[in-house]
């Protein structure tokens, strides 16, 4: 997901990125990150014409306040997390009618059901704009994260889209990250020692190599001949 980022940025095409957080995090928090990277990245102009059709919705996430077409403050909660759902699939799909656009949600695994909800709303109108749309979830074990494969697994489903399964690293290719992280050659048995502990996951093979210390080796002292 990250290549195909970089190669889009490179491109000049408009990304945005949106990371579900663990639980606590506030309904929505991925879509409004990616709201507020879209508004960066757009004219004035062209940010209130992409919001103009999405009424209240998006000014209550970036906390603008609600308008005028919102007064009666008795909308149901399930009712008013549908309308803000589609109020992003509305925004983000307006801006990619312009031009083209990358989304990633990241960590899908984490996401909250009203921004589940959001990228199911976005997927339906993937095939009408020029947006590219991608999410990354970790194989789930329970909760939340069952709820994400599920929505995933529909969202794949569909005409136009695809899902990928990655494994982890080869025991070699992990050994490679090592020694590129360290910044220093590695024993075998450190490497190998890593992957098992990590499961050839590429972010915990990074973690595992900061938490171990395994960065380069401190230069020699005064009079010291390096080994």
């Known amino acids: ?31 409004v990150d990616v709201l507020r990277q879209l508004r960066s990245g757009l004219a004035p102009p062209a940010w209130e014409a992409a919001v103009a059709d999405a009424g209240y919705g998006i000014a209550l996430l970036l906390g603008a306040g609600i308008g005028a077409d919102h007064d009666d403050g008795r909308e149901g909660a399930a009712h008013l997390h549908f309308r803000l759902a589609d109020a992003v699939a509305r925004v983000v799909g307006a801006v990619a009618d312009t031009a083209p656009v990358v989304v990633l949600l990241e960590d899908a695994q984490w996401a909250d059901p009203s921004s589940l909800l959001a990228l199911g709303r976005l997927a339906r109108r993937v095939r009408r704009t020029s947006l590219l749309l991608l999410a990354t979830c970790r194989t789930p074990h329970a909760g939340r994260e069952r709820s994400a494969e599920r929505a995933l697994a529909e969202l794949g489903s569909g005409h136009g889209s695809r899902i990928l399964h990655l494994g982890g690293l080869a025991p070699a290719e992990t050994r490679a990250l090592v020694v590129r992280r360290a910044g220093r050659a590695v ?39 390096p080994r």
């Open 1 to 31: 997901a990250e290549s195909i980022l970089d190669d889009a940025r490179g491109s000049g095409v408009m990304s945005a990125v949106g990371q579900c957080g663990e639980e606590g995090a506030a309904p929505f928090t991925p879509w």
């Open 187 to 225: 024993s075998e048995e450190e490497a190998r020692q890593i992957h098992a502990d990590s499961g050839g996951v590429p972010l915990f093979v990074e973690q595992l190599v900061a938490a171990r210390g395994c960065g380069p080796a401190p230069p020699p002292a005064d009079g010291e001949l």
